[in-house]
């Protein structure tokens, strides 16, 4: 009896793992300007070309400005990067979709809306995030630039398998909780190591009863919780999501793939190294009010004291961040003052996102001292919102609606925080320094985001939608 994640793996090997890494072979390589000039520069060192360009895909994201396309927007490095995978991509004969493609956007938003991704594949990426494509039932997790010339250079990847670990989100979502609230409540349970060295295999009603954007948004953040990679086995949601997509196949091919797509699932009586349980019952929205992904709370809850850690270590560590963070224990995060609201990134920038967010922020200004930044996951995301009118909304409320790219999620593009300010993010990590140098984040939900840039404060949409 085998898992999901058993499955894949083993339809993937080259070579098996003895006292030496299995050699696997990789369906789709993902590839952006940050972790790839080195990769390219050792195979132009070697002599070597790309071994399958037709399963190899590039997009700018990281290092790309929101204001405009205009590379004179961002600082020098970052538009030396975006060039170089320009100049690299065209010498090896790898797609691109660059600035100006009607396609470009963050590289875990363009895979699965081009039907790049699909169930049963093995997809690698130089980023963290790249366990996004597990909510498709697909083997994605981030690899190294070390890795990625390999990858480059044979399709293959050297790898260890990792142990199995079950997932069970069981029951539904109350109004104005959402798959963000799902993970960050994780997170907190099992601690940011505490799926190390396991692939997480969600399951149960609260996850078959997503959309495959909230499922995106619960695999994208599996890394934080330490695990390789997060999966979801496919379903009806996942085929109909997929159905007519640029890259999928067509025709009587489909329905060969949709046969072996729905045979994609863990056998009744397989096996798990560890499992975790939550009743999304009894979930309230969450946000995080340290300096990691695991110090969230519910947004009713009040600031841990450290003096009530379990161990030494735990208390230093919420003591580092609370002061970072200028928070008191037992403090309430609601009203505490914001400078800042970023709505996107990989996690949270798709158009179900931008709806959410909207639907708080119609009929509504954002508070006259927060500015909000609102930035599309992709041209097709942005294309589908200007279409639906979403733009007006932010625009009219007085946000800030930008070009699609990674934006404020990494600051590396001109989007960033001032030392000193705090923000209210939708991206995925809250590390001191992240979205800039002495920039203090609150991960949150986009619901959340949206009525805390209304509210000039950290807000419960709920509380928004009763005043309605």
Request: charged content about 25%.
């Amino acid at each position: 009896m085998k898992t999901l994640y058993d499955k894949i793996w083993e339809s993937h090997i080259v070579v098996p793992e003895t006292d030496a890494p299995a050699i696997i072979y990789v369906d789709l390589h993902l590839v952006h300007e940050v972790t790839s000039p080195q990769a390219f520069e050792g195979l132009r060192s070697r002599g070597l070309r790309v071994r399958r360009p037709d399963c190899t895909f590039a997009t700018t994201d990281h290092s790309t400005p929101t204001v405009s396309r205009s590379l004179t927007a961002v600082d020098a490095d970052a538009a030396a990067q975006v060039r170089r995978l320009e100049s690299n991509c065209e010498e090896f004969d790898v797609p691109l979709f660059s600035l100006d493609d009607p396609n470009q956007g963050i590289v875990h938003v363009i895979g699965p809306e081009l039907g790049l991704t699909q169930p049963g594949r093995v997809i690698v990426c130089g980023d963290s995030h790249t366990s996004t494509h597990g909510a498709f039932g697909a083997l994605a997790f981030g690899i190294g630039t070390t890795e990625v010339e390999q990858v480059l250079a044979t399709q293959c990847l050297l790898a260890r398998k990792s142990r199995n670990y079950r997932v069970s989100f069981d029951g539904a979502l109350n109004p104005g909780v959402t798959a963000k609230d799902m993970i960050l409540a994780l997170i907190e349970k099992i601690g940011t190591a505490g799926g190390t060295g396991h692939v997480f295999e969600y399951v149960g009603s609260g996850i078959r009863g997503l959309d495959m954007e909230a499922r995106m948004t619960v695999c994208n953040m599996s890394i934080e919780a330490g695990a390789r990679a997060g999966l979801i086995a496919p379903d009806d949601v996942t085929i109909q999501y997929l159905s007519g997509r640029q890259f999928c196949p067509k025709g009587p091919k489909w329905d060969e793939f949709v046969v072996r797509w729905r045979a994609l699932m863990s056998d009744d009586d397989a096996s798990y190294d560890k499992t975790v349980a939550i009743d999304c019952a009894e979930l309230e929205p969450r946000i995080t009010f340290g300096t990691n992904p695991a110090m969230s709370i519910p947004i009713s809850g009040r600031v841990p004291d450290p003096l009530q850690a379990a161990d030494l270590a735990t208390r230093v560590q919420l003591e580092d961040a609370l002061r970072y963070m200028k928070l008191r224990p037992q403090q309430q995060l609601l009203g505490y003052p914001i400078d800042v609201i970023f709505i996107g990134s990989c996690t949270n920038s798709r158009i179900r996102d931008l709806r959410e967010a909207a639907g708080v922020m119609r009929g509504r200004k954002v508070h006259p001292k927060v500015r909000t930044l609102v930035v599309a996951g992709s041209q097709q995301v942005k294309r589908e919102a200007e279409a639906e009118g979403l733009d007006r909304v932010f625009r009219e409320a007085g946000a800030e609606w930008r070009e699609p790219g990674c934006s404020m999620c990494i600051a590396m593009n001109g989007d960033q925080l001032e030392p000193g300010q705090a923000a209210v993010s939708t991206s995925n990590r809250n590390f001191e320094g992240r979205q800039g140098r002495g920039g203090r984040t609150f991960l949150a939900s986009p619901l959340t985001a949206a009525a805390s840039a209304v509210m000039g404060h950290i807000a419960d949409a709920r509380f928004l939608a009763r005043r309605s």
